[in-house]
């Protein structure tokens, strides 16, 4: 069965320092990755997702994500925070051949001036 | 309105009330989906419908009661909820239910069950 870990449940960051959301997961056939982003009293909105292709995927507001396939992971980064990217990140993986997303626990990142 | 639109935003209920939450999507999606969002717990996907027809029921008790009129609309009908039922309500929708799509979801319903 597939399922997603992320690693931190929360990260708090200084304004403008770089920051990795770590994510793994696992699987016994190949997948689809998905980072989405949920803002206070918002609902989720896709951030990035890798499908297939470049292992590096770009996001928007600046976020990219690397998919590594020898370590199942998929952690997300971003050079330069802002106080805006304060938020709750969930990864999610999607089974080739299934029809469910899974999502994992989510880490709220803390974005301090 | 654009997008996938939920109300009530907020609901109190009782452990006796009958309530349901209503979800719209104006995306012209034929793939509809309920989560329940807890703290500090990965969303639980409840159910799938594809063209108005459901193809998930992940073990959700029954006191949840889905309906799917149409593409366009997805309810979520409660009723003799238990207080750890209380959650946050996710509605998301996708133009099939395929791997690798993108989900769009709403703001979700705040559930308390008294």
């Known amino acids: 069965a597939q399922s997603v870990t992320q690693l931190d449940s929360q990260v708090p960051v200084f304004e403008e320092a770089p920051v990795e959301l770590r994510c793994n997961y696992s699987s016994s056939v190949s997948v689809y990755l998905f980072w989405y982003v949920q803002y206070p009293n918002q609902g989720l909105q896709l951030l990035l997702k890798y499908l297939s292709g470049s292992t590096l995927v770009k996001g928007i507001n600046g976020f990219e994500a690397e998919f590594n396939k020898s370590q199942t992971s998929f952690h997300l980064r971003k050079p330069s925070v802002h106080i805006s990217d304060t938020a709750e990140y969930f990864c999610?993986?999607?089974?080739?051949?299934?029809?469910?997303?899974?999502f994992g626990a989510g880490t709220r990142l803390f974005v301090k001036a | 309105e654009t997008g996938v639109t939920q109300t009530p935003r907020h609901l109190v209920m009782g452990m006796t009330n009958k309530k349901s939450l209503k979800c719209e999507q104006h995306l012209g999606h034929n793939a509809m989906y309920w989560y329940k969002q807890s703290a500090k717990k990965p969303l639980e996907l409840m159910f799938v419908?594809?063209?108005?027809?459901?193809?998930e029921n992940n073990s959700v008790p029954s006191r949840f009661s889905p309906e799917c009129p149409n593409s366009s609309h997805l309810f979520l009908h409660l009723h003799t909820l238990q207080p750890e039922d209380s959650a946050l309500y996710l509605c998301a929708s996708s133009p099939q239910n395929r791997e690798g799509e993108t989900q769009y979801f709403g703001p979700g319903t705040r559930l308390l069950v008294l």
């Open positions: 999610a993986v999607h089974n080739t051949g299934g029809f469910k997303t899974i």
């Open positions: 419908y594809s063209l108005e027809e459901r193809v």
